[in-house]
């Protein structure tokens, strides 16, 4: 669930937050794949 939380609000924008940029590459790399199970 939080998984899905995050894609949807690190998606639409497209926007990497500054303080957490690495932590929003490796959320892109697990939404990705969250992308592909669905």
Known sequence: ???KVELL???PMGI???Q???FAF???E???V???EI
């Open 20 to 22: 957490t940029e690495r």
């Open 34 to 36: 969250f992308l592909f």
């Open 9 to 11: 609000n690190w998606n």
């Open 26 to 28: 490796k959320y892109f």
């Open 1 to 3: 669930m939080i998984l």
């Open 30 to 32: 697990i939404t990705s």
């Open 16 to 18: 990497l937050y500054p």
